[in-house]
């Protein structure tokens, strides 16, 4: 089924011919004083839940330790914890709605580029 204004390309089509109907972009800045900081609500915006994120260190240091959580089907999953070696990252196969990072490690504010392709 292809695209078009009427329907876009189900989960399954996305998947096997590696395709989205929209993409969004969006800095988020983690400050050293451990209190998470959300991104943009993907299904309040009007873009439907994310097929796939990138997440790219933008600014930090080597040391950081960042912590990170996932909002799938309305409600937080547990945290994943990573290191500043494990960027860029690259999350698909989940439905994502929102995403929210912190740190207290750093000695300067943490800075993340997140791309979400819907």
């Known amino acids: 089924m292809a695209y078009s204004a009427i329907h876009g390309f189900s989960v399954q089509e996305a998947t096997n011919l590696k395709v989205y109907n929209n993409y969004s972009y969006k800095k988020i800045t983690c400050a050293d004083d451990d209190t998470y ?48 070696q494990d960027y860029p990252l690259t999350i698909s196969g989940l439905l994502i709605d929102q995403i929210k990072m912190k740190t207290a490690d750093s000695t300067a504010d943490e800075v993340f580029s997140v791309i979400s392709f819907h």
């Open 37 to 84: 900081v959300e991104g943009d609500d993907w299904t309040t915006s009007g873009d439907g839940p994310a097929k796939e994120i990138m997440i790219l260190n933008y600014t930090g240091d080597a040391a950081g330790v960042t912590t990170l959580s996932l909002k799938i089907a309305g409600s937080y999953g547990d945290e994943i914890e990573l290191e500043f």
